[in-house]
């Protein structure tokens, strides 16, 4: 059965073996390669399908917006990769349809922009970084360094939504602009909803449904 971690094995047993590799090696540069494809195949994904229904630019901002907190923040996750893949491009593509469809002002991203970020930072300040038990962090310099660096993401996140809402007197064609602060907005309510216990049920649901 095809998938990537399949691949990132054979792909690394292929190189750790004219190398002489012991298996500690060879499994790093395993996860390593996994890695590696499994966040190039989501964004080649959501380019895929966010240039199918023309939201390019917006699923992209979307996209990034998620995996950038959500590197530092950590938060629920899918059962597999694939699944995790497919989750991912919905989660990017849908909203950024939604958003270039809907009429979005500066007055409806404050409205929303207030509570939103204000439950992010509460939402990163008690709970963050969300780990897996698979994978804890039981390190409590790291889990500082994590939090913090999370503070340090919703800051530059709300300091260019705050430029963007500033240039919309300036700016040629405002439409563009407001919705891609729209889709900030959006990518980051998701990642804080991931960090919550609701968060989790969701993606637990959705690994049923998938």
Sequence with gaps: MFSLETIAEKIAANIAS???????????????????????????????????????????????????????SGGAHAATPGKCLVIGTVISVVPAIII????????????????VFTWAFYEVLTKAPVDSIKKPITNARKRKRLRNGSLVILGIYLLIIVVFLSMQNFAADTGYLIRYTACILFGTAWQTLTLTNVGGHLFSMMDLHI
Excluded at 103 to 115: D, E, K, Y
């Design 18 to 72: 004219p190398l002489k590799m012991d298996e500690s090696k060879k499994a790093v540069m395993a996860y390593g390669i996994f890695c590696f494809s499994q966040v190039l195949a989501s964004i080649l994904l959501v380019i895929l399908f966010g240039f199918l229904f023309h939201v390019l630019g917006q699923a992209l901002v979307i996209s990034f917006t998620i995996a950038i907190l959500r590197k530092y």
């Design 100 to 115: 270039a469809h809907i009429p979005v002002n500066v007055i409806w991203v404050i409205i929303l922009g207030i509570p």
